[in-house]
Structures are given as structure tokens and as C-alpha cells.
């Protein structure tokens, strides 16, 4: 019961949260961050975020979901998170689409230091990349030999996913809105993975 609870409660905030990003309520927000962000511009500084968002993208992305699921298929025996991993990925990938093509919110139209296309509302970088990561935790945290070690992994995984939102806002291509609606829906998501993945499991068993 809290578990729904959390799930309305997180699925309410998140759509608070686009309404004002609908109704334009965050854009003295939005570039007054962009404009604090891009203040650190550089050409070590902006080496750094094109490498971080490319890390972030789909050519890197994929690659790292199969190799952990080879990983977890082939080194850990772990057949059945491959539905977890895979499916998490997939519907993130799936909803973010959806999400974009539902608030068809246009990007910053400020200094790009790099170009995209398409949609700006949520970030797709965002939700892979705290889709990916978080998933990489869950799956992983049991198979660290130490507290230390459960707490390096956390630690990487928030690190990941901090550099990847803040590359976007860097590179002028997103809100910041646009990455914290990113987190959010993501959060949502991952915790309904979670607890299906979790009932399967206990159905099995």
C-alpha cells in the first residue's frame, strides 16, 4: 500500500511539474541556471561535457546494457534480471519518446555549443542514464563484497548520472527542467520495474 502511495504521489509531482513547464512558469529559472552553468565555459570545461553526453547516448549506452547483460547472463547466472535490465531500458526509451512527443516542448534557443534535433521535454540523456545506472546498482548491489564497495558503486552511479544532466545544460541543448522532469519520470519508472521484477521473482519462487 506505501508503495502506491509513493508511485501517485511521484506520478502527481511529476506532472505539477510539466504543467509548469507547459506554461512557460520556469523559464526565468531554467536561463538564469543555463546562464550560471555556461559561465564555466571553456575549452577544457566543454572537452569534458561533449565526452560526459556522449557517454550518455544511445552509441554508448547500448553497448554498456549488452555488455552487463552478458555480464549478468554469462559471469553472474543471473538469467532472469536480463528482463529487468533490458525491459527497464527499453520502456525508458519508450516513454521518454512518448513523454517528448505528448509536451512538445522546443529546445533553448540560446548559445548551443553543440546542435540536436527533436524535442526538448524530459531529457532523453537524463532518463537513460539514471535508468541505466540505477538499474546497474540495483542488480549489482548484492554481488559487492563490502560496504565500501556498495557505497563506491552509489556513489559512481550518482556521479554518472549528475555529469550527464549538467552536460545538457552545459551544452545549451536542454533545460534544466527538461533533466530534472528526466530524473523524475525516471525515478517512477525504475520503481515499477523494481516491484514487478520483484513480484515475478516471488511468483517463481
Known amino acids: 500500500m506505501l508503495w502506491w502511495v509513493y508511485l501517485i504521489l511521484a506520478a502527481a509531482g511529476f ?15 531554467d536561463l538564469a541556471v543555463i546562464d550560471f552553468i555556461q559561465g564555466w565555459e571553456s575549452e577544457g570545461f566543454t572537452a569534458f561535457a ?8 544511445g552509441k554508448v549506452v547500448i553497448p554498456l546494457v549488452l555488455a552487463t547483460a552478458a555480464v549478468l547472463f554469462v559471469v553472474l547466472k543471473h538469467r532472469k534480471e536480463l528482463y529487468l535490465l533490458i525491459g527497464g531500458m527499453l520502456g525508458s526509451t519508450l516513454l521518454n519518446e512518448g513523454l517528448k512527443q505528448l509536451y512538445e516542448r522546443a529546445r533553448p534557443d540560446i548559445h548551443r555549443i553543440i546542435e540536436e534535433t527533436g524535442y526538448s521535454f524530459p531529457s532523453g540523456h537524463s532518463m537513460a542514464s539514471f535508468t541505466f545506472y540505477g538499474l546497474l546498482t540495483y542488480l ?6 563490502s560496504k565500501r564497495w556498495r557505497g ?30 528526466g530524473y523524475w519520470v525516471s525515478a517512477c519508472w525504475l520503481a515499477v520495474c523494481v516491484k514487478l521484477f520483484r513480484r515475478l521473482a516471488h511468483v517463481r519462487r
Open 140 to 145: 549489482l548491489w548484492r554481488h559487492m563484497p
Open 15 to 29: 506532472q505539477g511539474l510539466a504543467m509548469l513547464v507547459s506554461r512557460e512558469k520556469l523559464l526565468r529559472f
Open 50 to 57: 561533449k565526452t560526459v553526453t556522449t557517454i550518455g547516448s
Open 152 to 181: 563506491a558503486l552509489v556513489a559512481f552511479s550518482v556521479f554518472m548520472i549528475v555529469c550527464i544532466g549538467t552536460s545538457r545544460v552545459y551544452l545549451g541543448v536542454h533545460y534544466t527542467s527538461d533533466v530534472l522532469g
